[in-house]
């Protein structure tokens, strides 16, 4: 009998590869991604997809973010707005910030995600 060579984990590399989470710029694309790598679990039965998920989740729950930081997560990623629309709702719900300070943000909420899943280290 003869032996058939199937790449099993071909899909899993493929999404590690998209979205490296140990990089900070692999961490912005996958947050800007997340609704379409969630509804891949479901829709295309994608294990890769869920260790990915999960892997975010996990950084996410382990390092240190603001209130602030946790709301700009919702609102710029999860919401898709832009930063200066997520600047004006912000400003609306009484805090005080600029679309500077937006930018400064997700650059600290990416590093710190990229930090943790590369080195597992709590990022101050």
Same mark, same amino acid.
């Given at each position: ?7 099993? &984990? %071909?899909?899993? *590399? ?6 490296? !989470? ?15 790598? +969630? ?6 039965? $994608? ?10 989740? &996990?950084?996410? %729950? ?8 946790? *709301? !700009?997560?919702?609102?710029?990623? &999860?919401? $898709?707005? /832009?930063?200066? /629309?997520?600047? %004006? ?17 997700? *650059?600290?909420?990416?590093? *710190?995600?990229?930090?943790? &899943? +590369?080195?597992?280290? !709590?990022?101050?």
């Amino acid at each position: 009998m003869g032996t058939v060579s199937v790449d099993l &984990h %071909a899909k899993e *590399r493929a999404l590690d590869n998209l979205f490296p !989470i140990d990089t900070e710029a692999g961490v912005s694309k996958l947050l800007y991604a997340l609704p379409q790598v +969630k509804e891949m679990r479901f829709f295309e039965g $994608d294990f890769g997809a869920c260790d990915l998920v999960l892997d975010l989740e &996990h950084a996410l %729950a382990n390092i240190k973010i603001t209130e602030t930081q946790q *709301r !700009i997560i919702e609102l710029h990623y &999860h919401q $898709d707005l /832009t930063q200066v /629309t997520t600047v %004006a709702k912000m400003q609306e719900e009484g805090y005080t910030i600029t679309q500077q300070g937006i930018s400064d943000n997700l *650059r600290t909420i990416n590093r *710190r995600i990229s930090k943790f &899943h +590369k080195e597992g280290v !709590i990022v101050e």
